[in-house]
């Protein structure tokens, strides 16, 4: 029995010796490896051993927790200490390079299309919430500004062309430091609804509508025969055929084209003297335009009214209140067609 138990004494005294002696690891990495001033770094604990932790950063900064993340606002090179269980004999240090954080031009996609929306935004850190400027480079015979300016943190607008490259420039100051950049972007075509027009004289043009955004005006190559004249004096709307010489507010008018607005329930009428709108029963008639006009168009899809007289051809949200009012802020010129008057009109996907 004496023998079994000093065996066993033998055996722990020996285990216990082999743990003293096993050596541990005490040691971190960090990502990114060559972080920028202002981007968060990750710092792992590969130690495998300790139950407390101190961080020092070498900029004042420190943390207790086991794998923390730390923030350097400038440049420069640091030396990070991780220290294990409060002993000099378990601690492990690097040095580690933080670059200079130059800003950048930011964009949401860099798929840039020819009269789409887009946005510059100045992307850059600032810690010390020292005064920025910016000056911005953009090509303006190219680029509408439509929010912002060229001396704002971001700048919104659309290009008017495609096929073309063109670049986008930012000079900005952060305090005392001036940095500039630049991006090359490649304008691409973009498809849209298009309004074609035939003019008196003859001959077909394009122009395409973004978002209430009009293209300039292109010659079109196309069959005139697919636009079809506005000259209906009978209209049908939800079921019910309405004539426009059984409403008493047209009695002894002569209506030289009508569209239906079948959603609000309202009829457009070019008479002699311009352009009007009709409830569809007939009881109100208010003049929108009071220049003779060639012919009108109802966009029930994208609920605009399109017409042409001699000085162009306008647009203006259909009318949606009983009384038809009308607003001159409401109405805008489409294109300018230099006295010649346009006939006829569609919109074709």
């Known amino acids: 029995m004496r023998k079994i138990l000093y ?45 407390n932790w101190v961080w020092k950063f070498g900029d004042g900064g420190y943390s207790t927790l086991k794998s923390p993340s730390h923030i350097f606002t400038e440049a420069g090179t640091y030396t990070v200490e991780l220290m294990v269980d409060s002993s000099k004999q378990k601690k492990m240090t690097h040095n580690i390079t933080v670059l200079d954080s130059i800003p950048t031009i930011y964009l949401v996609s860099d798929t840039i299309r020819q009269y789409a929306p887009v946005t510059f935004k100045a992307s850059y850190y600032n810690p010390t919430k020292a005064e ?5 480079t953009l090509d303006e015979s190219l680029f509408v500004i439509t929010d912002g300016s060229l001396l704002s943190d971001s700048v919104t607008g659309y290009f008017t062309d495609f096929g073309k490259t063109t670049e986008v420039g930012l000079l900005i100051a952060v305090g005392s430091k001036v940095t500039e950049t630049s991006r090359t972007l490649t304008l691409l075509d973009n498809t849209a609804p ?25 010659p079109f190559d196309g069959d005139p025969t697919l ?35 079948a959603i609000n329930r309202k009829l457009y009428l070019i008479l002699d003297d311009g352009l009007y709108v009709a409830n569809a029963n007939g009881d109100a008639l208010t003049c929108i335009s009071p220049i003779p006009c060639g012919t009108l168009l109802v966009d029930a899809e994208r609920n605009t009214l399109y017409w042409s007289d001699a000085a162009g051809v306008w647009s ?28 006829r009109m569609i919109i074709t996907d």
Request: some cysteine.
């Open 7 to 51: 065996i066993l004494c033998s055996l722990s005294v020996v285990a216990a010796m082999a743990v003293s002696c096993q050596k541990h690891t005490y040691d971190f990495n960090y990502s990114p490896l060559s972080p920028k001033a202002g981007e968060k770094v990750s710092f792992t604990n590969q130690s495998d051993a300790g139950e």
């Open 316 to 343: 203006m949200p259909l009318v949606t209140h009983p009384q038809n009012v009308i607003s001159d802020q409401l109405i805008n010129r489409v294109r300018q067609v230099n006295d010649l008057l346009v006939t």
């Open 227 to 261: 636009i079809d004249r506005a000259n209906d004096t009978v209209a049908t709307l939800n079921g019910v055929t309405y004539s426009i010489y059984d409403m008493p507010v047209l009695q002894d008018k002569d209506v030289n084209a009508l569209q239906v607005d």
């Open 194 to 218: 298009t309004l074609l027009m035939e003019v008196q004289l003859g001959g077909l043009w394009r122009q395409r509508i973004y978002n209430g955004i009009y293209e300039t005006p292109k």
């Open 132 to 136: 920025v400027s910016h000056i911005w």
